[in-house]
């Protein structure tokens, strides 16, 4: 029992949600189970997820004009990016549920802590997919096919730490798909600028997703997981710095490529100034990055939301420039 004023977890809650969540404090109990298994108490992957889509349609809007269809596809990405988010969570603990039991970060997931069956996860994932492609099919032709080609990096990635130290490329290559799909529902078509911006998330989720792994490197060493923490090791903030200069050069590359001739010159710089701020806080996190002390790799995890909204921002003003 709580010793006196003291307010007691809710019953359910995971290890790593962000206290006093909304799912724990205010969504109907009988939903609770199911969101936190679509990670609805901890909304960071939603955002990383947007993210890269809102890259993709504010530069595209820069650099062939803003469309009112625009609007949609930001708020559709929106919804799309809970879902899909949701979807793949899902399919993770599914697939993981034996891993997740034997860490104690994520034992008190909803799967091994027995919220949930493997059979109603099962219900619940396919739910979310049919929602998202529902949204997906508002977008035009070529779009919808480039979103039903993710599937396949979302069903791989949750395997990749069985077989290779680098599972968080594949998580790369699925979470910014989204940078090309997006693209090409603005565009129509594919084009270099969002091809980098791809390449540049890439090399950002390798950053930001190795701090977030040192949180586990102990238990995933026990029970033979991999990852990019256990194989940088002691190198990592020397490592990760390579990967901040990667993916800030190849969003440099993707922003004169796309407004170079396209735009004018302050909307130029305005977008180059979204860049130098995103660069600025990916160093601010690797000044401050500890990767034995897990609750400062989790925070500086959950920043890179703020990291970035920087280009969206500066991106989105670049569109009046």
Not at 90 to 99: A, L
Not at 121 to 138: E, H, P, R, S
Not at 227 to 249: D, E, K, N
């Amino acid at each position: 029992m709580p010793e006196t004023g003291e307010t007691p977890e809710p019953q359910g809650q995971v290890f790593d949600a962000y206290k006093g969540n909304w799912v724990d404090s205010d969504a109907p109990e009988w939903t609770r189970p199911y969101l936190r298994l679509s990670r609805a108490d901890r909304p960071i992957g939603t955002w990383l997820l947007l993210l890269p889509c809102w890259w993709s349609i504010t530069l595209a809007a820069a650099s062939t004009g803003f469309l009112w269809l625009d609007l949609w596809l930001f708020v559709g990405t929106a919804i799309g990016a809970v879902l899909m988010r949701g979807a793949g969570c899902t399919w993770n603990d599914i697939t993981d549920r034996e891993f997740d039991g034997e860490v104690a970060r994520t034992r008190s997931r909803p799967i091994p802590s027995g919220q949930v069956t493997v059979r109603g996860a099962m219900v619940w994932l396919v739910v979310q997919c049919l929602v998202a492609f529902a949204i997906l099919l508002t977008f035009n032709w070529n779009a919808i096919a480039m979103g039903i080609g993710s599937l396949a990096l979302v069903a791989i990635y949750p395997f990749a730490k069985r077989f290779t130290y680098w599972p968080q490329v594949f998580l790369g290559l699925a979470f910014n798909w989204g940078a090309l799909l997006l693209w090409v529902a603005h565009t129509g078509t594919l084009g270099w600028p969002a091809v980098l911006l791809y390449l540049s998330g890439i090399a950002w989720t390798i950053f930001y997703d190795t701090v977030y792994a040192h949180q586990d490197k102990e238990d995933d060493a026990l029970i033979g997981v991999k990852s990019t923490a256990l194989l940088f090791g002691a190198q990592t903030g020397r490592i990760l710095h390579r990967f901040l200069l990667l993916s800030v050069a190849l969003m440099t590359m993707a922003v004169f490529l796309a407004l170079v001739g396209n735009s004018s010159g302050a909307g130029l710089f305005v977008a180059l100034l979204g860049v130098a701020g995103f660069a600025g806080h990916l160093y601010w996190q690797l000044s401050r990055l500890d990767t034995e002390d897990g609750a400062t790799c989790l925070s500086l995890f959950r920043s890179n939301r703020d990291a970035g909204l920087i280009p969206v921002l500066f991106f989105g003003l670049a569109v009046l420039g």
